[in-house]
């Protein structure tokens, strides 16, 4: 299923290798669907996904400009995949980020007599379906006069200095973001009942992790014997907790979650 094998891409960095593992592992058997209150809300995504940004490599580029003119978190309904690759494209062509627009705006609307392949019904199909869920309107060319990216210019009309390194860093950026949101809402779809009331209901075990947490950072710190959470320990937890994450976040949403990836570096 798309998204849970994880590909490789110049511009994106890899996710960790315990939460690929835990995405590639995940029981997609569609009785584990747990029914609940908010089981539409990530049909979508909120922000563009790996899979957007990264499966065409040659339009990689364009995306993440596109990315940095105005992404803005998107509420229900959410774009899916290809939604999102048409929002992120028309930016681009407009704005001839990479390459002139050389499309032709002729194309007949869905419904039409015109006879069209099935390619471009669809295509049309999505456009129109983006246009209601993207409010905001793409800007025109010569409307944008320059973009930046950590304090320098990276794309100005007929020039464009955007190294790999700063496409995987805005990618990245991208990516946290999701994973951020998609682990918030996953937590209040879980504990409901502790995000919509003043106090919540906390097992005494939920009760006590702040405080053992807290006693073993200071322990931690002591020069005599060895911490417990070394290496081994921190991947043991860390790989069970992905794969916990992933899992529930399918029985919950019916899709790969958006996972943490390396922090790009030069």
């Known amino acids: 299923m798309i998204c849970f094998q994880q590909f490789d891409s110049p511009y994106s960095s890899q996710p960790l290798n315990c939460w690929a593992t835990a995405l590639a592992g995940v029981d ?14 990530f049909k979508g995504y909120a922000f563009p996904c790996t899979h957007t940004l990264c499966a065409d490599k040659g339009r990689s580029l364009e995306m993440a400009l596109a990315c940095l003119h105005d992404l803005q978190l998107h509420t229900a309904p959410l774009p ?3 939604q999102w690759k048409s929002y ?5 062509f407009e704005l001839e ?10 194309w007949s609307p869905v419904g039409s007599n015109r006879k069209l392949s099935h390619t471009t019904r669809c295509n049309a199909k999505s456009r129109e379906t983006a246009k209601e869920i993207f409010t905001i309107k793409a800007p025109a060319k010569g409307e944008i006069c320059s ?23 805005v ?7 999701g994973f951020r949101l998609e682990l918030i809402t996953l937590d209040q779809c879980v504990l409901e009942d502790t995000w919509w ?4 209901v906390m097992t005494q075990e939920r009760k006590r992790h702040p405080y053992v947490v807290a006693f073993h950072s200071i322990l931690a710190d002591w ?3 060895s911490s417990i959470w070394d290496r081994v320990m921190l991947e043991r937890v860390e790989t069970l907790a992905a794969k916990f994450y992933c899992q529930t976040f399918f029985d919950y949403f019916g899709r790969a979650a958006c996972a943490p990836h390396v922090f790009p570096l030069a």
Not at 28 to 41: D, E, G, P
Not at 88 to 92: D, G, Y
Not at 197 to 200: K, L, P, R, S, V
């Open 88 to 92: 992120l494209c028309q930016v681009a």
């Open 197 to 200: 009331t003043t106090d919540g």
């Open 28 to 41: 997609t058997s569609i009785n584990r669907a747990f029914k609940h209150s908010q089981w539409s809300l």
């Open 223 to 225: 020069p005599v014997g």
């Open 147 to 169: 973009l930046t990216w950590n304090g320098h210019m990276i794309w100005c009309p007929g020039q464009i200095d955007f190294p790999s390194i700063d496409c995987q860093l």
């Open 171 to 177: 990618i990245w950026d991208v990516q946290e973001h």
């Open 80 to 82: 899916h995949i290809q």
């Open 97 to 106: 980020f990479i390459r002139p627009n050389t499309r032709n705006k002729t």
